[in-house]
Nanobody
Framework: QLQLVESGGGLVQPGGSLRLSCAAS????????IGWFRQAPGKEREGISC????????YYADSVKGRFTLSRDNAKNTVYLQMSSMKPEDTAVYYC????????????????????WGQGTQVTVSS
C-alpha cells in the first residue's frame, strides 16, 4: 500500500523554525516528483516547494523562497521541509504529495497533478 505520512507540525513563534518530514512507504520516492503544499482556512491549496527526482532540482514559491528548504534522505525514503523565519501567514495544514509522472519535472501550480497525498500536518505560527 502506497502511503505518505507527514510529521513535525506544531506551534511556533514568528521568526522561529520547524522541520516537516514526509515518509513514504510502499514505494520509493527516488522515482517520483514530490511536492509540498499548504492550505490555510478558506484558501486554495498552495504549492510551496517541489523536487524533480531525476536531477534533484528543487523549486520554491515566491512566498517561501529563501526561508524554506526542501531536502531528501533516500536511505530513509523521506523528504523534509525545513522552515525558517516563519511568519503568521505560514499558518496552514501542510501536505506532501508524490507522482511518478512528475519524476522529471515537478510542479507547484496544480495540486491535481499529484496522485498520492499524505494526511497533512498542522503548522501554526503565533506568539
Amino acid at each position: 500500500q502506497l502511503q505518505l505520512v507527514e510529521s513535525g507540525g506544531g506551534l511556533v513563534q514568528p521568526g522561529g523554525s520547524l522541520r516537516l518530514s514526509c515518509a513514504a512507504s510502499g514505494f520509493t520516492l527516488d522515482y517520483y516528483g514530490i511536492g509540498w503544499f499548504r492550505q490555510a482556512p478558506g484558501k486554495e491549496r498552495e504549492g510551496i516547494s517541489c523536487i524533480s527526482s531525476n536531477n534533484g532540482r528543487t523549486y520554491y514559491a515566491d512566498s517561501v523562497k529563501g526561508r524554506f528548504t526542501l531536502s531528501r534522505d533516500n536511505a530513509k525514503n523521506t523528504v523534509y521541509l525545513q522552515m525558517s523565519s516563519m511568519k503568521p501567514e505560514d499558518t496552514a495544514v501542510y501536505y506532501c504529495a508524490a507522482d511518478p509522472v512528475l519524476f522529471r519535472r515537478c510542479v507547484l501550480s496544480n495540486p491535481h497533478e499529484y496522485e498520492f497525498w499524505g494526511q497533512g500536518t498542522q503548522v501554526t505560527v503565533s506568539s
